[in-house]
């Protein structure tokens, strides 16, 4: 596996013994040392740094939750998990307004026209559950390691919870998450594989470091970097869709690699850029 992280200092922890292997295989598949009072060659170790300076460090904490993203700077910011069967992924599952949301309209979502989509760019899989639940099929995408961990372990706990769940069931099975770069795909795309729909969101390239970023961006800044290839990727995903390209951006932000859409649906903090290529059916 590509290992894919750009902070300088990652570890994988384990306080619970019946969770200790699989805290060891991560760590082997991260190749990042497991910290863990229960492993009889693990220390703890201490991660100094200047007064005054955090320690932007993270550890990936397995437990019988799942696996939770932790800053070794408690101050930085709480735990990041995915879940898609509690907090604000299923509650916009079940209350976010189906197809009158705006990323529902970008991708041309209706009574009539269930799109296939290929998610570019997945990170936490918050977009691609959305698209989902509302009864796209939808295959994703994530090149980083440790985001990949975490969306990995929030599907398998999800898919676990929704055997007693059909609806939730039903999303799951609509997902399908593919670790690896998208690009890589993309190139493999024969004229009867195309999908309707290409969606990308992709990270910012690096600015100065902006009070208003919220912190667990920082974080995924930190880890992911700032995917300074989104625009080939915009390319490639032109070329290779059926109906539409879709970009999510900040609402102020500029074009993605400056190319400039078909039109936008602009909302107050995002919006969505749409590259049509051919006329949705209706
Ligand atoms: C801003 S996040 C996406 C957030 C996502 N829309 C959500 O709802 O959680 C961008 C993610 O895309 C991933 N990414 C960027 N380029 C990629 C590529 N070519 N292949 C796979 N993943 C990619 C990054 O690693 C990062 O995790």
């Known amino acids: 596996m590509s290992l894919n992280i750009n902070i300088p200092n990652i570890t994988v ?7 200790l292997p699989k805290a060891r295989r991560l760590a082997d598949l991260l190749g990042v040392k497991l910290i863990s009072p229960l492993y009889s060659h693990g220390k703890v170790e201490v991660v100094l740094c200047e007064k005054g300076q955090v320690n932007q460090g993270y550890q990936l904490l397995v437990d019988d939750t799942g696996i939770a ?42 009574g009539a026209f269930l799109p296939s989509v290929l998610d570019l760019t997945a990170g ?20 980083n390691s440790i985001i990949s961990c975490l969306l990995r372990d929030g599907i398998e706990r999800a898919t676990l919870a929704s055997q007693d769940d059909y609806e939730l069931r039903d999303v799951m ?18 004229e009867d594989d195309r ?14 470091k902006s009070a208003k ?4 961006m920082q974080a995924f800044q930190n880890i992911v970097g700032g995917d300074e290839d989104s625009g080939a990727l915009l390319e490639h995903a032109v070329n290779s869709a059926r109906y539409r390209v879709v970009v999510k951006r900040a609402s102020n932000a500029e074009f993605l690699a400056g190319l400039k859409p078909t039109y936008s649906l602009t909302g107050k903090s995002t919006r969505f850029d749409i590259f049509a290529l051919r006329k949705i059916p209706s």
Not at 124 to 143: H, K, P, Q, T
Not at 213 to 216: F, G, I, Q, T
């Open 13 to 19: 922890g384990c306080e619970i013994g019946q969770c």
């Open 195 to 208: 999908p309707d729909i290409i969606y990308l969101d992709p990270m910012f390239p690096h600015r100065k």
């Open 69 to 110: 993203l932790y800053p070794n700077d408690s101050r930085l910011h709480g735990p990041i998990r995915v879940d898609f069967n509690a907090g604000a992924n299923s509650h916009r599952r079940k209350f976010g307004g189906g197809n009158g949301q705006a990323i529902a309209k970008a991708v041309g979502v209706s």
């Open 213 to 216: 970023v919220k912190k667990e």
């Open 124 to 143: 936490l899989g918050g977009d691609a559950f959305v698209l989902a639940s509302l009864g796209c099929e939808v295959r994703l995408f994530e090149r």
């Open 173 to 190: 099975r609509r997902l399908v998450f593919v670790e690896g770069d998208s690009i890589d795909a993309l190139k493999q795309i024969t």
